[in-house]
């Protein structure tokens, strides 16, 4: 299976993603053909701080789980808005 087929099983997923020049934590926001569209996660403040389209042949590591990955998933859970807080047209 290449890998790009299988990162389109972990769109919107949070990841810690590896890649040529640099490594974060993020969400996988996006899966193409041959790119996928990252987007960071801050860590201090739980928000989504910046976006990357990366070459799907520069992904050298993929973590999928983890302590701190659950960690950064709870927290990120626990910033979301509850159903009373959501307005809805």
């Given amino acids: 299976m290449r890998m790009i087929q299988k990162l389109k099983g972990l769109e919107k997923a949070i990841v810690f993603l590896r890649w040529a020049t640099d490594a ?47 960690r950064l998933v709870a927290e990120v859970s626990a910033n979301l808005p509850s159903g009373s807080e959501i307005e809805f047209d």
């Fill in 24 to 70: 974060d934590f993020g969400r996988i926001k996006y899966v193409g053909e041959d790119f996928l569209e990252f987007e960071v996660l801050d860590p201090d403040t739980m928000e989504f701080k910046e976006s990357f389209l990366i070459n799907a042949q520069l992904i050298l590591e993929v973590m999928i789980s983890g302590l701190e990955l659950s």
